[in-house]
């Protein structure tokens, strides 16, 4: 089974995170959640962050002397490179979008890097999908989802 949980980094609402400083905070948070809930201290974990969170990943992944997440065994950076990140050998499977030519980038560099030290990388490319109420029904009511997709496009937020 797995046991999933949530952090913030920051100083709160609407903040990024600190490299430096919320690295210690996660691990923290993590042994707190594992000895509140009785879980092994080996347990496996596995991080995924999107935009500053996904760059903030990266820096679990250092060496444990240097402040890395114990027991880290993945790390899924979302629309975001590593920006220098050093990673002890943590697989890394990045999710962006090839649309955003700056963070594809990044990607390809990051990627590069990865695997010229034998680190396993990959990635996973997210393609534009029209937004309509087909789609937006899959997660919503269907007249919710029809009156959303007619107030976008008419708001002028669509490419098409």
Same mark, same amino acid.
């Given at each position: 089974?797995?046991?999933?949980?949530?952090?913030?980094? /920051?100083? !709160? *609402?609407?903040? $990024? *995170?600190?490299?430096?400083?919320? #690295?210690?905070?996660?691990?923290?948070?993590?042994?707190?959640?594992?000895?509140?809930?009785?879980? +092994?201290?080996?347990?496996?974990?596995?991080?995924?962050? =999107?935009?500053?969170? @996904? !760059?903030?990943? /990266?820096? %679990?992944?250092?060496?444990?002397?240097? /402040?890395?997440?114990?027991?880290?065994? $993945?790390?899924? +950076? &979302?629309?975001? !490179?590593?920006?220098?990140?050093?990673?002890?050998?943590?697989? #890394?499977?990045?999710?962006?979008?090839?649309?955003?030519?700056? #963070? =594809?980038?990044?990607?390809? &560099?990051?990627?590069?890097?990865?695997?010229?030290?034998?680190?396993?990388? &990959?990635?996973?490319?997210?393609?534009?999908?029209?937004? #309509?109420? @087909?789609?937006?029904? &899959?997660?919503?009511?269907?007249?919710?989802?029809?009156? =959303?997709? =007619?107030?976008?496009?008419?708001?002028? %937020?669509?490419?098409?």
């Amino acid at each position: 089974g797995y046991l999933t949980m949530a952090v913030s980094g /920051g100083r !709160g *609402w609407q903040s $990024c *995170w600190d490299s430096h400083r919320d #690295t210690a905070r996660v691990g923290r948070a993590v042994e707190y959640v594992r000895e509140e809930e009785a879980l +092994p201290p080996g347990l496996p974990v596995f991080a995924i962050g =999107a935009s500053s969170g @996904g !760059g903030f990943v /990266g820096h %679990l992944a250092a060496s444990i002397k240097s /402040g890395g997440l114990p027991h880290l065994k $993945c790390i899924v +950076p &979302q629309i975001m !490179g590593l920006n220098g990140a050093r990673n002890r050998g943590i697989p #890394t499977l990045f999710v962006h979008m090839p649309r955003d030519t700056r #963070t =594809a980038a990044r990607v390809r &560099q990051d990627l590069k890097s990865l695997r010229a030290v034998g680190i396993q990388a &990959q990635e996973i490319e997210v393609n534009p999908v029209p937004v #309509t109420a @087909g789609l937006l029904s &899959q997660c919503l009511p269907k007249h919710v989802a029809v009156e =959303a997709a =007619a107030a976008v496009q008419e708001a002028g %937020l669509l490419d098409s």
